[in-house]
């Protein structure tokens, strides 16, 4: 066959896809107009939920789709934090220091990856954690952070707290969309298939041509920013930079937890994964460590007899997985 | 005569693929068979299954009776059936006497011992102390086959034990293993034909995991041997299909 | 200069203990536990409510701790480990990041945030030392944890090259189809070797205690010192555990003169480096040895796959 034949054969989106796609459009816009009508709290957790989304998100790219089970993601949201800081403290304004701090996160993130993307699994897990602490331990050298007490970012303090807000929310909102949408192309293009080949069978994948690691280094980088600039945005809202809290592992885990309840590796999963976290959350939360406790037997509950999640449930039970990864052929040749 | 092995429809695979197509055999007590076919056949797969390492999708398998298709390999052993698998998989950081002892101490008690086994294979008394790893072929198949005795198998299974080896090292693995003529239920897979036919007192010939031809080697010709090792069917079918499988 | 590489060379024995379990995990089970820091933790609080709660001696409580760590390793990889190991690579990792959440979490309801220490319950053993010649003075504490850990450790390697369990042990993981034909119950060797593993890290995390303090949420850094012991030494063999754990021992005291702070991030840097070394140098594959085969299951492409 051609390749213009088999293109011919690969089936439009299904319907079920497109109302869902409509019905993403539709509630954006209305996100878009929500701050105008909705009280400052809502505003701010909701921006903490497109925050969780795009780590979700980010995290689904590393593990889902390029295998790469990352303990250390935390040290992108780190130093994403800690250039953003030492950026504004130049002189940048706060702004553009969100996404220029993450940029700058990803540069390490492409230096590491010579080093950590040709370790196996297991290692490639606390390796990463293992880096993300001592990447904290250099940062917390620098005297403007002082050691453990962190800064703040006095300059956002300048504007006034509704326009912080708004505009925190409506780069989020933006950002989420953007991280989301730019998933979906690359998973549907070429760098989306080659992942696939190489998550089905690295050895058969390589024999075909596919350069794994040039496949997981641009992942790699790119799910980086990802979390770097999510990590940027929540310190945007947060203000004070801590190592302790912007490089805790407790990031990792929370990603964990909502991409393995979503569903791992596809592409509605981690979103449907995060709104259940933001929801237990918000029930939960004030129970503190036991609440902390159950997120964590829940997530020993789910890899052990829902590995594939709450999508996985849906999947089970003879639906099609809605806005799939996967082209499909038509059956007729 | 007894039943030592009883195979009943069994279905083995892996993956999609049925490596072993509903199978059906019977191995008496004391029989000497040699199993025969070409690579891809099934051999070592259905090695593996008597051994219990691979699962049966379908059927069962009985040893004296008694139905041992749910029981996993350490218990097979403990039952009765050792393998002396393709490649001989000797612990290469463990001396020989290790490689031994760990099958001694798991396997079952009886006539086979460290003691006795070095006596039937005396190459080995002197290469107790030397790790695994680092010996010949011939002496590794000597070890191999050893480590299978000593757990006192009834039956016991020896796959591609000439593989690798010189045809001098080959003769004298089968020199060892005559001894244990009658005493023991014995399946081999072997690639030599005519090494397989002098020694065994059956052959069984399979081509793509099904059982083609099974008979006393003077019962068989040439011709049927050929025929059956390539899966050539003479069928109405092939003659109008016009190509023979091989 | 002299006294901090002594004390690094006690500190070692230290991280030797809480490296071998780790160690026991990845070579034998090929299960990578990133909640053995919170089990040393466990045993220590274990020990903890054992010697506050109930009033019982330190030996007596270690008497009592240990097993009950072993008999919940046990446990642990019959209901927990076991089954996510048939999960396929991602599902271990998963599941021991969410016990040890869990663990975390759960200890910090129970016990609180306030740091506990075993030593107050073992008399002057804290701050006493022995001079040597030299005008050196070796802490009695470190000194008899370090004999403690050698014992335990030399132990475990007899246990290991001259008992029938041992050579099973071994058996499993150099190729645990070939054991099974031998007779090796596969699953019950890994359930041995847990138990060991979660006993050691109990021990380690009862050394902890007494050396200085131990909270709930201290496991995952006692992870990462294990974890980086392990790497350094080498994996594979009990004496590269325990070269790894003394090595790891000397980076942080060394660095530990320069400052506190410093003193982690040397131990991270030297476990860098390592790493580094050997990821350029690739492991040889080897004659297939037990050794072997569990560094080839870090630094190559799976030679294994296929194998169960």
Redesign the interface.
Known sequence: MTKAQIVAHILPMPAQDRRILGAAVALLAVLAILPLMASALVVDKLTYLFILIMFAAMWNLL?GYA?L?S?GQQAFIGLGGYAMVRMVEAGLPPFPAIFLGALAAGAVAWVMSW?VL??????F???T???A??IR??V??DPLIQ?ETGTSITALNAYAPEMRRLTIYLLSLVTMTLMIWGAWALLHGRTGAQAQAIRDD??AAESVGITTFAVKQRIYVLASIGCAVAGTLWLASAITFQPRTSFG?QW??FM??MV?VGG?GTFIGPILGALLFFALQEIFGDF?????????????LF??YL?NGIVGLWLNKGRAEPLSMRKLLSQDR | MTAALELNQIVGRHGQLQAIKGMTLRIDKGEVAAIIGANGAGKTTLMRMIAGLHPCAEGSIALFGSDVTAMPAHGRLKAGIALSPEGRRLFGDMTVQENLMIAAENGRRGDWNLASVCDAFSQITPLLARPAGGLSGGQRQAVAIARALIANPDVLLLDEVSLGLSPVAVDGVYQSLETLRGAMTMILVEQDLTRAMKFAGRVICMAEGVLELDGAPKDLTRAQITDAYFGIHKTADTAAGGAAHA | MLEAIVQGVLLGGYYAVLAAGLSLM?GVVRF?N?AHGDMAVLGAMIALWFVQGAGLHVAIAIALTLPLMGALGWLMQRM?FE??LQ?G???????T??????????M??LFGSDTKSLGAYIGNLSWASWEIPGGIFIGQLPGYMFLTAILVLGAVHVLLTRTAFGRAVRATATDSEAAALCGVDARRVHRGAAAIAVALAGLAGIFLAMRAQVTPFAG??L??FA??AVVIGGIGSLRGTLIGGIALGLAQSLGAMISP?FS??AG??V??AV??YR?MSGAAAGRGGWRATISA???H??ML?GKS
């Open positions: 593990a295998g089970v303990v080093f040709r370790m196996k699994a297991g290692e897990a606390i390796a954690w293992v880096i602490e001592a331990s250099m917390s050298f050691g690295e050895e592992v990792s885990v964990l937890f393995l791992i503190g460590a036991w609440y902390m406790a159950g997120v964590g037997i829940v997530a020993i890899a052990l590995p | 990845f990578i990133l927990i089954r996510a999960g690579f991602l599902i271990p990792i998963l599941t990041i969410g016990l040890g959440a869990a663990l975390q979490n759960g910090f309801g995952p850094m992870l990462i974890f980086e702070q982690l991030l991270h840097c476990f860098l790493l580094a990821l299951l870090f630094f492409k799976s796959r």
